[in-house]
């Protein structure tokens, strides 16, 4: 099944027999069992949910994976993910990764005895000379947030073959429609659903899929054990979002290249990071490993007061956190997403109080461009 179609009938057709076109919304925490030899196949939503499971099947089959798990956020995904791996456990993670891992790894996971070297996954004979008896995982993110930097998931597992070692790819950015990091040596894939599968900022949601029975056995005792898991309600959510995933990510690409060409021209802008302009590092890695560039970008302009001015005179785009959204969203990572990270780490990696991060929407480019303009005027 091609991704187009797999968006629509990724899921199987659910238990009811209606006949209705879309999933029902199984609001239902227990299952009656028709007999004491007779149980029902589902018991209870904690462990089993119809609708989750629609929503569960759909990301497994975007993403060319056997089993998916259905989670409340995309960071009840990452923690639940966490669990897998004893303490004392090393792990080696993308330095420039979204801000609520970083915070996650670095709080909570680090006093459940795990250790974490944060590096540029992108820069392999570093990635190779941080492995430790103890790495258990590398953990990456490509492209990452806010930075754009993009890793090349096949050399990550090529270095870490024949060694007992996860890789674990949060996909995130560009969702299963452009890029699937199984097919290029994960192990585990992870999303929040919170973004372009939903796609609407309507619900909250996380995945994880995977191949491997083992795994698969060890994150199903895991899922339902911590119970962190999607609601009938948000799953309806998240199958209804994956059907336009792909119409809505071709329009929000198309958007997302004629506005980093824009900006680049544009006089207060000195920096675009959009994968899809030819001259960025990644471009290259990105055209063998992925279907293309996704929407989200960051841009930096001359002075703060510019990127000030940009989130606050804005009318079409909005000033707001998360992303893959319908709508187009504008963000100041200092100020947001990446305000818990360190004054000095943030500007290492260039995150400084005139970049701006940028998920740009399905709306007509032209009054994208037409709002950007005005605002910086
Ligand atoms: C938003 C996000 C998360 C966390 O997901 P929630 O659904 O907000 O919990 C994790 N990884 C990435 C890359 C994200 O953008």
Redesign the pocket.
């Known amino acids: 099944m091609k991704p187009e179609t797999a968006c629509i009938h990724g899921y199987k057709q659910s238990p009811d027999t209606s006949g209705g076109i879309a999933v029902p919304i199984y609001q239902a925490a227990t299952f009656v069992h028709p007999s004491i030899n007779n149980p029902s196949e589902y018991i209870y939503s904690r462990v089993k949910n119809p609708t989750r499971e629609a929503a569960e099947q759909t990301v497994a089959a975007l993403e060319g994976a056997q089993e998916g798990f259905g989670f409340s956020?995309?960071?009840?995904a990452?923690a639940t993910v966490m669990e897998l791996f004893e303490p004392g456990s090393h792990i080696i993670a993308t330095d420039d990764l979204?801000g609520?891992?970083i915070r996650l790894f670095t709080t909570i996971t680090k006093r459940h005895g795990l250790e974490f070297d944060f590096i540029d996954t992108n820069d392999i004979p570093t990635l190779k000379s941080k492995i430790k008896q103890n790495t258990k995982a590398i953990y990456i993110?490509t492209p990452t947030?806010p930075m754009t930097i993009v890793t090349d998931i096949a050399a990550v597992k090529a270095a870490v073959s024949g060694m007992d070692i996860l890789l674990i790819v949060?996909n995130?950015?560009l969702s299963p429609y452009f890029q699937n990091p199984i097919a290029l040596g994960a192990d585990i894939v992870?999303h929040?659903?919170?973004?372009y599968l939903g796609g609407h900022s309507d619900a909250?949601?996380?995945f994880a899929v995977l191949n491997c029975p083992a795994l698969r056995q060890r994150l199903t005792h895991l899922h339902t054990s911590i119970g962190a898991t999607l609601s009938p309600m948000d799953s309806y959510l998240i199958v209804r979002g994956i059907k336009t995933l792909a119409v809505r990510l071709d329009r929000a690409q198309e958007n997302a290249l004629a506005l980093a060409n824009w900006l680049k021209a544009h006089p207060r802008i000195t920096a675009v990071y959009y994968t899809g302009l030819p001259c960025h590092p990644g471009h290259e890695v990105m055209k063998k490993q992925a279907r293309g560039f996704g929407a989200m970008m960051s841009f930096e302009t001359d002075k703060p007061e510019t990127a000030r001015n940009i989130v606050e005179r804005t009318k079409i785009i909005s000033y707001a956190e998360?992303?893959g959204c319908v709508n187009s969203l504008i963000t100041i990572p200092v100020l947001c997403t990446h305000a818990d990270v360190p004054e000095e780490e943030r500007l290492l990696r260039g995150i400084n109080d005139r970049l701006v991060r940028f998920s740009v929407g399905i709306e007509n480019v032209q009054d994208l461009i037409e709002d950007l303009a005005q605002a910086m005027e």
């Open positions: 956020s995309g960071m009840a990452i979204f609520g891992s993110e947030n949060d995130t950015f992870i929040s659903g919170t973004k909250l949601a996380g998360s992303l």
